[in-house]
């Protein structure tokens, strides 16, 4: 079911723009085992956006089946980020059925760039179906796979008022002792953008937790904070 005319002038747009010079030092700054053509993201998304105005995806399922065999058939990893853009197109807004394909992108992914690119798919979804996504957040913070704790911890970056502070805390909780960076990382740069909305439940949530914090998620956390 994927629109493979779609696929075909996502990957001739991309291929047109590679710049081989560029493309080795991407790689190399991604530890990025599949190779790269250089094609700076802004360029990735023009290229998205033209050819998805052209060859529109037929609902839904054509969306999520061409998100998915872009994905896994992919060469370069602008490739996997065309993939990540396409689920950005009104069609997959507040979709429950897009929600295994972010798992999917998370699980195989399995690095910040790539789990980074859809962690606010899953804020907009818990925005437009706070039943169903909350517990899947909550899983998904004990989960064995660090990516998918990860994006439970950053799915709501930049949600403002409308964080649920609730599960924000349930969720960071449930990683307060994991010595992984990138988790450590996500813990400090959660609450860090909460402090621009309520400064104060931060500091207490510091507080609070005391030695249970690492530095570097209590220092990221409290970065933008006087005192």
Not at 121 to 134: N, V, W
Not at 151 to 157: E, G, M, N, R, W
């Amino acid at each position: 079911m994927a629109n493979t005319e779609l696929m075909t002038a996502i990957r001739t747009g991309l291929q047109a723009a590679a710049d081989p010079g560029r493309a080795a030092g991407a790689q190399a700054y991604l530890k990025s085992e599949m190779p790269s053509l250089g094609v700076r993201v802004p360029e990735v998304r023009r290229i998205v956006k033209a050819a998805a105005a052209e060859l529109p995806p037929d609902g839904i399922e054509e969306l999520r089946s061409t998100v998915l065999a872009l994905w896994r058939g992919a060469g370069f990893r602008e490739e996997r980020y065309a993939a990540i853009d396409l689920t950005g197109l009104k069609l997959a807004a507040r979709q429950l059925s897009m929600l295994a394909v972010y798992e999917e992108i998370i699980r195989s992914g399995a690095w910040w760039d790539l789990v980074d690119g859809v962690a606010h798919r899953l804020g907009a979804l818990l925005q437009a179906h706070r039943a169903e996504l909350t517990p899947v957040l909550r899983r998904w913070s004990a989960d064995g796979d660090l990516w998918i704790r990860r994006t439970s911890i950053t799915a709501q970056l930049g949600a403002k008022s409308a964080t649920d502070t609730a599960l924000l805390a349930a969720v960071i909780e449930a990683n307060l002792g994991d010595p992984e960076f990138f988790i450590r990382k996500a813990i400090g740069w959660a609450l860090r953008e909460y402090t621009k909305t309520d400064p104060d439940w931060v500091r207490a949530f510091v507080q609070r937790h005391g030695q249970d914090l690492s530095p570097l998620s209590r220092k990221e956390a409290l970065r933008n904070l006087p005192g």
